[in-house]
Every structure is written in C-alpha cells, then in structure tokens.
C-alpha cells in the first residue's frame, strides 16, 4: 500500500510546481525594500538649483508633512512620462516633493526642470550616485514615501496616474 | 553620417564605463574583486559586478572599494549592502530559516537514497 | 510582385504546418482506436510530418536568405548588411524560428524511430503516436502564439539587426545541436510512455532505448559544450560556465540523461529497475520542458536572456503539465506493476550503478533546487534572494567525491555476483601511482588544498584505471569492445575534474589601465600594449589595441583585442584575444574609454583551458564509440 502510494509522489511533485511556476508568471516585480519601516538613511549634499547650502536627511526628520522623495534624471524617458503624475502628485494637501536627481549634468538637469516645470520643493544633485545607493535604488525612476524620518513605501518605475490614484492616495489618506 | 554621429554618442555613453583607478595595495584588490564576485549587479541580468561592465556595476565597484580603503572589513561592506538592498544582493544566500531547506535538503534526498538502496539488500535477505 | 512572392511563402508556411498538424492528429489516433497493425501507416505519416516541416523551414531559411522584410519576424531580427552565415543562422536565433526548429527536429526523431525500429511493431507504433502528441501541442504553440510567417502590412527597406553578441560561429551552430538533444530525449520520454500503456518494459526495451539515449546524450553533451565554448569566447568575464539559469536548465536533463543510460544499463543486463528507469526517462524530458519554460516565460533573469513573452509562458506551463501530469499519472497506475525483484549483491555491478544514480539524482536535485529557490522565496515568503555559483560548489563537491569513488569500483565489479577480486587487482596499482603522482605535484605546487589534492587524487586513479591497458587492448591489438566507449568517457569526466580543479587553482587575472607602450605584468608574462589602430568591417567598426606577450624578453605571441560599434542595432561588443597554449589559455579583453589617454584591460591566465575542451571531447567520443558498438552488434 505504502508502496503504491508512493509511485503518486511524482505527480503531485509536479502539480505543486505547476502552481508554483503559474504565480511566478502572474507576480509583478514586488518592491520589498529592506529600507521600508526604517529611518531614512543619512544623506547629505549639493542642491541643484542654489548653491547655498546642503540637501540632507535633516531637512526630511524634521518635516511635518508627507515626503514624496522622486529620484530621477534628465537621460531618462521614463522620468519625462512621470512628470505630469509628480505635478499633481505635489499640489496635494500636506505633501511635498523632494527629488534626488541621479548622475547627471546640472545644466541638462536644469533644462529638464526649466522645460518641464518644476514639482519639487527641494532637488539634491547627486551626480556621483551615491546617495541613491544609500537609498537602495536600483534605477531612475524610483519614489519613497517618507513620513516622520521614516520610509513607508517605495514604488519602483514611473508611477502611472492609475497608480497615484489606487495606491498612493490611499496611503497618503492612511498617514493623514 | 548618421552612424558615424551614433558611434560617437555611445564612445560618449561608453566613457562612463570606466573603471577609475582604485588606489588599493594587492591585499585589498584581492578582497575588492572577491567582494566584487560576491555582489550583485543592480541593473543586469543575474551577473555579478565583476562581471559587468555597466555604469551602475562600476558605481558600485567604486563604493566598495572606497569602502575598503576606509578601513570596512569584508563583513561591514557585505552588511551595509545588505541593509541597502535586501540578501539579494549578495550572489550567495545566508542561511537562515527561509534558506534552511536549500542548504540542507540535499543531505535529506542523500540519506532516502541511501535508505532505498539498503532495503534492496535486506528485502533479498 | 515581390510582395506576391512573400504572400505566397508565408501562406505555403502555414499550410505546411497545418498539414503536419492534420497528420500529427491521425497519427495519436492510438489513443482513440484500437488498431489493427499497419506498418506502412504510420511510417509513411511520419514521413509526411518530417517533410511537411521541413519545407515550412526551409522556407523560414529563404525569407532569412533573401532577407524578406515583408516578415515580421525577418524585419525584427535581420538586417542586409548581415553576413551570411548569420543571416542563416538568425532564422532559428529567435523564439519563433527556434521553436520551428524544435518541432522539425522532433519529427526528424519521429521518423528516424519509425525508419529504425521494426521489430517490435506494437511498440513503435506507440511510441510514434506518443511522440504525434508532442509534435502537436508544440505546433499549436507556434501557430497560436508564435506564427514565424506573420507579414507587416507595410514592407520595411531595412531590417533592425540581431544582436551582435549573438553573431558567432558557435551560438551559430549551438541551438540546432542543444535542441537536437533535448528533443533526443523526448523520444525516449515517448519510448517510456509506450512501453508503460503496452506494458512492455524489458530487456528488448532496454535494447532499443539505450541506442536512442545515447544519441541524444552525445548531442546534448555537445550542445552543452558549445554554449560553455561561446560564453568562454563572447561573454569576456574568462569564465566557461556560470551556473546561470539558462545553463542549468541545459545540465538538469544532462544529468537525468546520464543517470538514465546507467540505469538502462541495469535493465538490459538484469532486467530490473523497470518503474526507476521509467521514471528517469519521464523526468529527463520533463527537465528539457521545465527548462524552456524557464528560459522563454522570463520568469529567471538570466545574462542568455531569451526575448521573454508571459502568454508564451502560460501556453508552454499549460503544454507542460498536461504533458507531465497525464504521464506521470500512468506511470503512478501502472508504475507499481512492472518491477521485477531480484537478489542485489552488495558488491555487484547493478549496486555500483544504483548508487551512481542516486549520486546523479542528489546533484540534480542540487541544480534544480538552485535554480527554483529563489523562485519560491519570491512568491512564497516574498522576499528575494541569489543563489550563485558559491552554493553550487560547495554543495556539489562533496558528491563528486563519492561520485568518483563508485565511478572507480563499479566497472571492475560483476554483474549478480559478490566478487571484488578482480577489483583489487585492477586499482592497486593506479591508486598507488596516482597518490605517488599527486603528492610530488602538491609539494611543488603549494597552492593546493587537501580536498583539491584528494579530488586530483581519485580523477588520477580513475584515468589510470579507465586506460589501464586490459581494458583497451585484448590480444595485443586494439578492437572494439563495449567497455572503449565507457572508458574514454569516464576518463574524460576525470580530466574534467582535473582541469576545473587546475583551472580554478592557478588562474591568474589583473584588471588595470593602459597607455600605449605600457608594461603590464601577470604571472609570469610581460604584455607590452603596442599599439592601437581603427578599421572598418562590413557590418561593425572596430578598435583594435595590439599587445605583445613576452617572457624573458622574447615575444611569444602577440594579441590583439577588439571593441566593435556595430550599427544595427547599434550595440557596442568586445571581442576576447585568446592566446591557446597546451597548458595555459591567455586571454585579453578591453575596454575604450572616451577622451582618454588609456585603455581598460582585462587580462586572464587560465591553465587548462584546452583540457577543459578536450575532456568533453572524449566524453562525446566516448558516447559515439558506444553507439557503433550497439549499432555493429544489433
């Protein structure tokens, strides 16, 4: 009996990774960030539009409101097709957008804002990639959402308006 | 014309490839490239940053070699990676309750083996 | 009117393969009717398959040729400044025009089993249906998600190009090789089904499956090795074998296969073992399946990354199960059945093969684990991880210890019987000239660790015992035995061994920049960077940079390394230099940074690289020797 019972092993071998190979097709690339649910890393550097003085993780701890970090880069299209998302994405109530803009020139980075309009209250020039890597980003363009020094969510890609409007919105209400 | 015009954007993108030059003794280059073996490229598919020649692959050599010169042992780098990025980025797994089965079912399957191929003898007496 | 012609061709394409479709149907018509024998029937239907497609791809080769860009998939993967090999071989470079190389092959096997196998008629017809069915779901496949003969509504002047680093004489012919095993071992998939509807697995059965196993093994074997030569050549990291995904899922069916002809083995002499054998020859050819779901649904990331598509993946994971669930379902019914027990001696043959077999099924567990574990922790516990060639290593290497240890005895045991005798004598011998050998090289290479020398110690003692003349010669004059065969493989599975040790030990490598008249120093050579110069070829542009290897101040060969612009698509490859030496591949690549007064090199010493190569030679070799021997002897 027992023996017979095992010559059905194969089979169910089989359909359990039939199944598990039917969700892997279906999963989309999960963002879990180690970041998420921890303190922002520490960062510090130049700003790309004065030379004043620094863009650090000072300026994120103390905000009251909700942090909307974007970074991004004027070689990247998919950054261009994101920019009308982040505009709205800034004028909501107790939000503000931050960008850390990625290995690139301030001239071209200066023309993408000056061409496009500009959602963000402050942008940090990050021409090394340095900071990114401290962020954990893989590539441009990636969005944080930061609240009280903490990161709660990242999104991976442009973030599409149907996006802003099933996931974003209800976090940001959730925080409210 | 226009070839000519598209080579020379990608000689331009190309330059950014470049390695820089590390300033690391030979011990520290031996540690840099196993380190550089040992992670993951952010941008490429499955290889490691030795192996890769792109843009983020030599960011993240930079990093890691600067990391070395500022006195981090193997470990420190390899932990701060981890913290970044998640136990992905490190080309073997740690072995920890989610990868108990991968390292240690092959001695289970070893031994059922063993035991199947013992009872073929005692079933013949 | 050239638009007609390509109307015309595409059309002809697709009624070609609707006609095989037909015939494919008629022939599973085993599975609904109990036929009266018809020898003529299915042999001639399978020739009807076999030529249907094959036309169906030669026309896929003529708009390829003829770089007919009314075709999609022509536009989408040629180009007219393409050289003309690689206009051929991008036909099958693509995920259409490869599966259409799959289906074709797998009819060649269909007929060739047809043509071959007359003796036992009920069986071969069978197995002729079973394999129908195969043909089938993969033409369904290509007709519904994968037409190689879509048109473009407009025609294009200019095709977008194949990827440049697939432009190379060995990825070239690799494919066709690779599936060529693969699908080899479909039919014995189909062989196993049949016997177990028939209930017909024995020693005849063993006979005729051993043949085709070992086909498909040479040319899987085969297969393998070329990829590994491409990468070594294309990929510029000097390394042969990455234990990437893609390469995985070509050595899973490997190893099932390999275990698979011993096991025949054991059924053929013994007849036993029947339910493990068909259980192999199921699981060989669910690996190739599993493989090219993996490869094609993009589900793996992977550096030999096939254009990826998920409804492809739904329709090859939907083929699959039905495929593996139905057999495995017979095999679970009728699987209990069919073994036949006999007395197993301790130190017999059949025991030395059985755990042989285990050994193979641990290390293929240990690939296939690898290979779907991060799989698993994605969807299941969410959280992503690599598993890299560190844990393929250290998992592996203390199998191949035992591994080569039963590989030694086994071949001096004999069959159904307890006598060691002959054993003793045959290994005394190479076991003490092989610890002598090894220990005086361990003392001068310092290098070496124990489970290295240990490793070195037993591949020595298995050369040596495998060349040990007995073996090789009868009489004074070399014939062909059974065993020549046998002994040429497992003598170059050995050198295998041996050269990945001594690859792995003495590889040297420098990463550094390079101005002209620069002196780099690897090892123990002097690479002068000399100079470097521009050219222009028919479909690329290249640099080259020229060095000059040299020990004690006297050149010894000079290599030059490339960087290649090529235009379509634009994409920006190095080609290696590789200085082949007996003992010692050199091997450069670069890089050329912008306004810059240097170069970025790359340079590797790699020993053994040769041996590397040549140990799979002799293990194909070893392979073909024993299909003559089958074939002169049936």
């Not at chain 1, 879990?32 to 922002?40: A, D, F, V």
């Not at chain 3, 024998?37 to 169906?56: E, H």
């Not at chain 3, 037409?147 to 002047?157: A, H, I, K, M």
């Not at chain 3, 054991?266 to 493989?291: C, D, Y």
């Amino acid at each position: 009996m027992i023996r017979k019972t095992l010559f059905y092993s194969p089979l169910l071998i089989i359909i359990l990774l039939g199944i598990l190979f039917y969700y892997s097709l279906n999963s989309e690339t999960k963002s879990n960030s180690p970041l998420i649910g921890k303190q922002i890393p520490e960062f510090s550097i130049e700003r790309l539009l004065n030379d004043n003085d620094q863009f650090s993780s000072k300026d994120l701890i103390s905000s009251e409101t909700i942090n909307f970090i974007n970074v991004w880069a004027s070689w990247c299209i998919p950054c261009r097709a994101e920019h009308n998302v982040l505009e709205l994405l800034s004028k909501i109530d107790n939000v503000d957008l931050y960008g850390i803009n990625h290995k690139d020139t301030k001239k071209n980075a200066t023309n993408f804002i000056n061409t496009l309009g500009n959602p963000f209250r402050e942008i940090g020039f990050d021409s090394d990639g340095r900071t990114s890597i401290e962020w954990g980003v893989f590539g441009v363009p990636e969005t944080f959402i930061v609240h009280r020094g903490k990161i709660i969510y990242k999104h991976i890609g442009p973030i599409h308006i149907s996006e802003l409007e099933d996931t974003i919105i209800p976090i940001i209400k959730d925080l409210n | 014309m226009k070839s000519s015009q598209y080579i020379f954007h990608i000689l331009i993108a190309y330059s950014l490839l470049l390695s820089s030059v590390y300033a690391l003794n030979v011990d520290q280059e031996e540690r840099a490239n196993n380190l550089f073996k040992e992670t993951r490229c952010l941008v490429c598919e499955g290889q490691n940053i030795y192996e890769s020649n792109s843009d983020s692959a030599e960011d993240m050599k930079k990093l890691i070699s600067e990391m070395i010169i500022d006195g981090n042992s193997d470990n420190e780098i390899k932990s701060f990676l981890v913290s970044r990025y998640g136990d992905w980025i490190i080309m073997t797994p740690p072995i920890n309750q989610s990868t108990y089965f991968l390292w240690f079912s092959p001695i289970i399957i070893l031994l059922i083996g063993i035991i199947f191929i013992l009872r073929k003898f005692k079933k013949n007496g | 009117m050239a638009r007609r012609v390509s109307e015309l061709l595409s059309y002809l394409g697709i009624v070609s393969l609707c006609i095989c479709l037909l015939v494919s149907l008629a022939q599973i018509k085993i599975f609904y009717l109990k036929s009266n024998v018809n020898y003529i029937n299915y042999f001639n239907l399978s020739l009807i398959q076999f030529v249907s497609c094959l036309l169906s791809f030669l026309i896929l080769i003529y708009i390829f040729i003829t770089s007919d860009f009314n075709f999609s998939l022509v536009y989408q993967n040629s180009h007219t400044e393409k050289p003309m090999i690689y206009k051929l071989s991008g036909s099958w470079g693509n995920h259409e025009g490869s599966l259409l190389m799959w289906i074709l092959i797998l009819t060649i096997f269909n007929f060739m089993f047809a043509l071959m196998s007359k003796v036992n008629i009920r069986l071969t017809e069978t197995t002729v249906g079973v394999q129908s069915f195969l043909i089938l779901g993969f033409l369904l496949f290509l007709l519904f998600t994968s037409n190689p003969f879509s048109l473009l509504s407009e025609s294009p002047n200019e095709g977008l190009g194949l990827n440049p680093i697939l432009q190379d004489p060995f990825l070239a012919i690799h494919p066709p090789i690779l599936y060529l095993g693969y699908v080899g071992f479909s039919l014995i998939f189909s062989l196993a089904i049949a016997g177990l509807l028939l209930n017909n697995i024995d020693k005849n059965w063993a006979s005729i499956a051993k043949k085709w196993t070992l086909s498909a093994w040479v040319l899987l074997t085969a297969g393998i090795g070329l990829g590994s030569y491409w990468a070594y050549n294309e990929l510029g990291w000097g390394g042969y074998w990455f234990w990437d995904p893609v390469e995985n899922a070509s050595l899973m069916p490997w190893l099932a296969g390999t275990a698979l002809i011993h096991c025949v083995s054991i059924l053929e002499k013994r007849n036993t073992l029947q339910s493990w054998t068909v259980l192999l020859s199921i699981l060989t050819f669910a690996l190739s399946l599993i493989g090219t779901f993996l490869v094609r649904s993009g589900i793996l990331n992977s550096v030999h990354a096939f254009a990826s598509d998920p409804s492809r993946g739904l329709f090859i994971l939907a083929f699959l199960l039905i495929v593996l669930i139905a057999s495995l379902f017979i095999f679970a019914r009728k699987g209990p059945f069919l073994d036949k027990e006999i007395k197993y001696h301790l130190l017999s043959r059949e025991t030395g093969i059985l755990v042989n077999n285990w050994l193979f099924l641990t290390v293929l567990f240990i690939v296939f684990l690898g290979t779907v574990y991060p799989i698993f922790t994605d969807i299941v516990l969410n959280e992503n991880i690599t598993v890299g060639p560190k844990y393929y290593i250290f998992s592996i290497t203390p199998i191949i210890f035992l591994f080569i240890f039963a590989m030694i005895i086994t071949p001096f045991l004999n069959w159904s019987t307890n006598n060691y005798k002959i054993l003793i004598q045959k290994i005394y011998k190479p076991t003490l000239l092989s610890v002598m050998l090894i220990f005086s090289i361990s003392l001068y290479f310092d290098k070496l660790s124990i489970t290295e020398i240990s490793l070195l110690i037993l591949s020595s003692i298995l050369i040596m015992a495998n060349l040990n003349s007995n073996i090789l010669f009868k009489n004074n004059s070399f014939y062909l035995t059974s065993n020549i065969g046998r002994a040429l493989t497992h003598a170059g599975f050995a050198l295998l061994i041996i050269s990945i040790i001594a690859n792995a030990s003495y590889a040297k490598e420098k990463i550094t920049q390079a101005k002209v008249d620069d002196k780099i120093i690897v090892g123990n050579y002097d690479f002068i960077f000399s100079s470097i110069s521009q050219e222009k070829e028919k479909n690329y542009h290249k640099i080259i940079a020229n060095f000059e290897m040299q020990q004690h101040s006297g050149t010894l060969k000079k290599l030059s390394p490339e960087i290649r612009f090529y235009n379509n698509p634009p994409t920006i490859t190095s080609e290696t230099s590789i200085a082949r030496m007996l003992f010692r591949d050199i091997y450069i690549v670069m890089n050329v940074p912008e306004n810059q007064e240097f170069i970025n090199v790359r340079i590797h010493i790699k020993p053994f690289m040769n041996f590397i190569w040549v140990s799979i030679l002799m293990m194909m070799i070893g392979g073909l020797f024993s299909i003559s021997y089958r074939i002169k002897n049936s």
